[in-house]
């Protein structure tokens, strides 16, 4: 079977499927073996689910020869963070602590249970900064799996905390995987990696099963290789769910395609950012993507944040969260053996945090997320680049990365702050043939939308369909 298959999408797979071109069990195979010959040349896989996949491969091959189609997602391979439960199998947080079989979980979180149902194939757990970045890693090498490496250039980071999604949706190993973000661990590893990536509402997604970190910004959702391949894992993962109480009843439906007619235009405003704390060529892939737009867009220029401490609230609330669900790792000391030196200590000052600072971070958001929300009011979307610059190299800290320029864009962390949903999408190329993206942020639910502007620009442009130049073997 050609590798080229490899990196088809989830409707191009569908289609297939359904001409019985291919079978169920012939994709989890091919994937399967990409899993385990170039995983871990990308830092990108800790488990694989060769049993399952093969069990819930020949499954949907049953089901499609008797005309029983589930939907889009039946019979096609994916892979989870390794935050989310799967029974059966370890489920490591990325965290040493746990790694070898010391947490195996004894369900199916209910991401994978919808997915499940909806006749997906589970292949692979995938890897993770450790604890998803609780405790305020510098380095990409923050993993017991080593740094996740972008398929674009392998000398560089493929983003955190949901690094093993990104990289293996890239190289080909899995058409699509669920991530988690609660600072812009879904966006940024799309970015960085070149491919799209969802992060939904906050409570449109339930997170039963998954790890948490700040479980008032914690958000699930996934990484593909087009806007609607995305929109397809979320009508099938969004909803109601009575064991996460902060999942809302309301789903979510894929906007349907339009081929002919008038189409509306949206009203995209853009963020005034300071050019000389972006890559030049970041900036430039960004007002080339509008370009691309014009004339379905109408383009309001100098937009302005409300003045809120976004930064203040979001890092009081992560930390106090997250040094009360890892409490059991403070009070055994197995936090020592965490792989990030700082990721060691990086938590302790997070317990010296008072309780009313943590209720004041939460009261602020309150009407932090009413002016943000009448801000959005004003226009269909908000755009941006996804970061201010491509991916940092492995061999750096962070904050040494790309002298001179930030590290990300201004947007990222007031939206998860105040929970609205964003979609990223690749939008080019930068230094050192790394990708870049364009980043859609939305109302709270406007998912759609989101969605919709997403399609209508890769509609127009191919870089999502490009691929690796060179994949290293393992």
């Known amino acids: 079977m050609s590798d080229d298959l490899a990196f088809s999408s989830v409707v191009e797979l569908g289609r297939l499927l359904r001409a019985r071109k291919v079978s169920a069990t012939e994709l989890a195979t091919l994937f399967l073996d990409r899993l385990e010959r170039l995983g871990p040349a990308y830092g990108a896989v800790i488990t694989v689910t060769r049993d399952r996949a093969l069990a819930e491969a020949a499954r949907a091959d049953r089901e499609i ?20 439960s799967a029974q059966g199998y370890p489920t490591t947080w990325g965290a040493a602590p746990y790694r070898g079989g010391a947490q195996s979980l004894d369900e199916d979180a209910t991401v994978v249970a919808r997915l499940t149902a909806a006749g997906a194939v589970l292949c692979a757990k995938l890897a993770m900064v450790e604890l998803a970045g609780g405790m305020g890693y510098n380095q990409a090498n923050a993993s017991f799996t080593g740094p996740g490496k972008t398929p674009w250039n392998p000398g560089y980071w493929s983003g955190g905390s949901s690094s093993g999604p990104g990289a293996a949706v890239a190289a080909g190993l899995v058409p699509f995987a669920i991530g ?4 812009g661990s879904i966006l940024t590893p799309a970015a960085y990696c070149g491919v799209t990536g969802l992060r939904p509402t906050y409570g449109l997604v339930s997170r039963h099963g998954a790890m948490a970190l700040s479980w008032t910004m914690d958000k699930l959702g996934p990484l593909g290789r087009s806007a609607q391949d995305c929109a397809l894992v979320l009508a099938a993962i969004a909803g109601k769910d009575p064991r996460d109480p902060t999942a809302v009843a309301r789903g979510f439906r894929v ?10 235009r949206f009203t995209v405003g853009v963020l005034d950012c300071a050019d000389d704390k972006i890559h030049s060529q ?20 100098g937009v302005e944040l409300p003045d809120f401490p976004y930064g203040v609230v979001g890092g009081t609330i ?10 059991d790792l403070f009070q055994s000391g197995h936090i020592g053996e965490l792989t990030a030196p700082e990721d060691r200590t990086g938590g302790y000052p997070a317990l010296a945090i008072p309780a009313r600072d943590y209720l004041r971070a939460l009261r602020i958001r309150r009407p932090m997320q009413r002016a943000f929300d009448a801000l959005l009011t004003q226009f269909d979307v908000l755009a941006t680049p996804t970061r201010n610059t491509v991916a940092t190299p492995l061999d750096k800290p962070f904050r040494d990365g790309w002298p001179g320029v930030t590290g990300g864009a201004n947007i990222i ?11 990223t999408v690749p939008n080019g190329f930068g230094l050192e043939g790394l ?3 364009l980043c859609f942020t939305a109302r709270a639910f406007d998912e759609a939308k989101l969605v919709t502007l997403a399609r209508r620009y890769q509609s127009r442009t191919d870089w999502h369909r490009r691929r690796p130049p060179v994949v290293v073997a393992g």
């Open 65 to 84: 020869r008797r005309g029983r189609w589930r939907g889009p997602l039946h019979g096609i391979p994916y892979g989870v963070k390794d935050l989310l």
């Open 180 to 183: 988690s973000e609660t600072s």
């Open 255 to 264: 906007p349907p395609v339009t081929t002919t007619g008038r189409r509306r």
């Open 282 to 301: 970041v900036t430039a892939n960004f007002r080339a993507s509008l370009d691309a737009l014009r004339d379905v867009i109408t383009v309001v220029d």
């Open 318 to 327: 992560i930390a106090a969260e997250g040094s009360s669900a890892f409490d």
């Open 413 to 423: 962390g007031p939206s998860n702050v105040v929970g609205v949903p964003a979609i």
């Open 435 to 437: 990708p870049t993206g």
